[in-house]
């Protein structure tokens, strides 16, 4: 093809990109080396229902005048990057010089929200994105292995947490593990224990977090590798049965390796995906027991005074650590792409 | 793998536009434009439909619980979307910060004789918005299981405790506590009532240094670590809507709860007779000796949008006003809140309220950068309501996590 008839077919959609892409990522590096100007701030008498007293408030003509000279702020280089909000150098240095004991090193680092938050997301992360696939996968080959009529119906059903809206779905979750719901009182009954409760404990938080996020995305990866099993050539399942191999054989050494790219693909995108873990941490009201790097995010966009600059710094550290996990695979890739 | 997710749920739109012509107006006219942003509960409803009432106006209203997110960029547009924002003493903070609203002097002087004084909300001189309701948090308990316990109405967060006690101990309810000690806003909401009932200040008087790492911050933590104990365990995840879900299902005796709640408490719906008939209001709740109640005070008011023409802005000034007018109250809306409207006739819900004013509570303080701290508290808090580290060591990171935002934010220089 002629550069120029590429050139053609490509720039809308190129365009799009630029607009809807290049920029605002291009406007959210600028706003994360910036910090809102000094305001000048200054006590005034305030009066109401309640009666009168004096307040700080801050005065609108200097800090429209320091506004206008600089529209988007103080320019404050790393300071965001590195201030106690992210990553936070100062206080582990300090933390580092004031601990005996690799215990208490790390309590000192786990009580940053930043380190509190990467931590729960990778683990969330590491987690659920295999038992994601191992799942997804047991699905598929036991729905590709079902008597025709029903196949129908059981890919549906299968599919339906993928379908429910992931809010509905978590607060469904929420409310059966609730210390008054079926799921509550079943755990309580197993640990005999009453006063067992999921929400007020952080290690069951966990899990159930993770549990809801393998249960809303393990449909993906069984509609994807049920597409696959669909391509297998059965002339190579037939001889490896002719040859004596077992269920089990067949599925290691033909089903498998078959839809290793499937895998792959299944693995970049539940990596990103779940490396932006946030809406079963809003419908579980887990702000107590876990933060995400995305619940991070919206907390510094949320409040009465809602920080940009903050928000900006911790999107871009965000998509530095989305790069740094998706290396490998892209790599990976990229040599499957080559070798092809 | 995006899905379009809507976070926070529907958003109530409804637009009369022209429509509201037909009616007369009930000696409301004016031409211009009336967009107004607030929160949703009966009382702003009713504000809202008696605004849009007015003749001759384009009105239409976007009440959601959501409002804080949207008025600020709804209203910084040339012209803005939003021409007036119903606010309480928190949320105006961030309007004026951000210089969005408009002082109303001159709209009061045209066309604002009926407003009394004590409605409006002057800052250095300018009035900035008009108030029509009063909210605080105050107690709110069951009669019957009092008597059943065999004790008087608690005064004090300390008699508090020890009615919860006793009605562990008689095995009455397990977690006779309720509160809305949900981590964030809730939580925070909750440090800082505690904290001004022992007579504590947020600031060094005069700047934005935060000053909470005291005794004061201490002995607050350890009261609210205290009464979590007779709470639901989950209380962690528990705000004022689940609270409220909890005192309606007969498990909770006490509780401080805001007045423009309880009505819904004590209404037939929703709850046993059981409960509903036995739950009562009573004042603001004390702690340790300094004379100061353990609550805020505030108010929710209208303001007007800087970023319209001024034919907008007087057409919004005047419905708005004829929406808190006397011809207001009917016996519908009488109950809904603490009306600071000239005619109001407080109602058996309305006791909570008004004996917190009158027991001399502080407003919540409306001051630039209270919201940093009330964050700061929100999401620092919980390690130490679950028991993972001192008091001491919550309030140093609330300070830090503060401090780093107020730099940010240019109210603090390093």
Redesign the interface.
């Known amino acids: 093809m002629k550069h120029g008839t590429f050139l053609t077919f490509v720039a809308p959609s190129l365009l799009a990109m630029i607009l809807l892409i290049v920029f605002p990522v291009v406007s959210v590096i600028i706003q994360s080396f910036h910090a809102q100007h000094e305001q000048v701030i200054e006590m005034v008498e305030s009066c109401g229902p309640f009666g009168c007293s004096e307040t700080a408030t801050i005065n609108q003509e200097a800090t429209e005048a320091l506004r206008e000279a600089e529209p988007l702020g103080r320019f404050v280089g790393f300071d965001n990057y590195v201030n106690r909000g992210h990553l936070a150098f100062a206080e582990l240095g300090e933390a580092w010089r004031s601990s005996d004991t690799w215990g208490e090193w790390w309590t000192k680092v786990m009580n940053l929200p930043f380190y509190s938050a990467i931590v729960f997301t990778l683990t969330f992360t590491f987690i659920v994105t295999p038992l994601t696939i191992a799942l997804g996968f047991a699905i598929a080959v036991a729905v590709n292995a079902s008597v025709q009529k029903i196949r129908g119906p059981l890919i549906f059903i299968s599919l339906l947490p993928f379908i429910i809206n992931p809010i509905v779905g978590s607060l469904v979750l929420f409310w059966m593990v609730d210390a008054r719901g079926i799921l509550g009182q079943l755990i309580q009954w197993i640990a005999a224990d009453p006063d067992l409760s999921v929400k007020a404990s952080t290690p069951m938080m966990w899990i159930m977090l993770m549990v809801y996020g393998i249960w809303h995305s393990a449909p993906f990866a069984f509609v994807v590798f049920y597409a696959g099993l669909q391509t297998i050539n059965q002339d190579t399942n037939e001889a490896a049965m002719i040859d004596g191999a077992n269920r089990w054989q067949r599925v290691r050494y033909v089903t498998i390796p078959h839809i290793m790219p499937l895998v792959t693909f299944v693995a970049l995108i539940q990596l990103m995906d779940n490396f932006r873990v946030f809406e079963p941490l809003i419908s579980f009201s887990a702000e107590a027991h876990a933060q995400s790097l995305s619940t991070y995010i919206l907390s510094d966009l949320t409040g009465e005074t809602v920080l940009y600059n903050s928000a900006a710094a911790t999107s871009m550290l965000t998509v530095i650590c989305v790069g740094i996990l998706l290396f490998p695979v892209l790599v990976r890739t990229w040599r499957d792409f080559k070798r092809a | 793998?995006t899905?379009f997710?809507k976070?926070m749920g529907a958003t109530a739109l409804s637009v009369v536009g022209a429509t509201a012509a037909f009616a007369d107006g009930h000696g409301c006219a004016a031409e211009g434009r009336l967009s107004i942003i607030g929160n949703e509960f009966p009382a702003i409803q009713s504000v809202a439909a008696k605004a849009l009432e007015c003749s001759g106006i384009e009105g239409e209203s976007n009440l959601t619980a959501d409002h804080?997110?949207l008025n600020?960029p709804g209203m910084t547009g040339d012209p803005a979307e939003y021409t007036t924002a119903i606010v309480a003493?928190?949320?105006i903070?961030?309007l004026?910060?951000e210089?969005v609203i408009q002082p109303l002097d001159a709209l009061v002087a045209e066309y604002g004789a009926d407003i009394p004084d004590?409605?409006?909300?002057?800052?250095?001189?300018e009035i900035m918005a008009i108030?029509f309701m009063?909210n605080a948090q105050h107690l709110v308990y069951r009669e019957d299981i009092l008597e059943q316990a065999g004790l008087d109405v608690p005064t004090s967060y300390e008699e508090v405790l020890a009615a919860a006690e006793a009605i562990r101990s008689q095995g009455i309810l397990d977690n006779p506590l309720g509160g809305a000690y949900?981590?964030?806003w809730n939580l925070a909401q909750e440090f800082n009532n505690m904290y001004l009932g022992h007579g504590g200040e947020f600031f060094e008087p005069?700047?934005?240094k935060v000053a909470i790492n005291n005794e004061q911050g201490v002995a607050t933590l350890e009261m609210m670590k205290a009464l979590s104990e007779y709470m639901?365990?989950?209380?962690?995840?528990h705000?004022s809507n689940a609270t409220s879900a909890e005192w309606e299902a007969g498990n909770v005796a006490l509780m401080n709860m805001w007045g423009s709640r309880t009505g819904v408490l004590m209404d037939d719906e929703g709850s046993a007779e059981e409960v509903y008939s036995n739950t009562k209001v009573s004042g603001p709740l004390m702690v340790g000796d300094s004379g100061v109640p353990a609550t805020t005070?505030w108010?929710d008011g209208w303001t007007v949008a800087k970023n319209i023409s001024d034919e907008d802005a007087a057409a919004t000034f005047q419905a708005m006003a004829h929406g808190v007018s006397s011809g207001l109250l009917n016996d519908e809306t009488m109950g809904q809140a603490v009306w600071?409207i000239d005619g109001f006739e407080p109602q058996e819900v309305n006791e909570g309220v008004l004996a917190t004013?009158a027991a001399g509570a502080k407003?919540y303080?409306?001051?630039?950068?209270?919201?940093?701290l009330?964050?700061a508290l929100?999401?620092e808090l919980?390690?130490f309501?679950?028991g993972n580290?001192s008091a001491e060591?919550a309030l140093a990171?609330v300070e830090?996590?503060y401090?780093?935002?107020a730099?940010?934010?240019?109210?603090v220089?390093e």
């Open positions: 793998m899905k997710t976070l804080q997110s600020v003493n928190s949320s903070v961030a004026m910060n210089d004590h409605m409006k909300i002057s800052v250095n001189g108030a009063a949900a981590a964030g005069g700047t934005a639901n365990p989950d209380f962690l995840t705000d005070l108010w600071l004013v407003p303080p409306m001051v630039p950068f209270q919201g940093l009330h964050t929100g999401n919980s390690d309501m679950q580290e060591q990171d830090a996590a401090t780093a935002a730099i940010e934010a240019g109210f220089t």
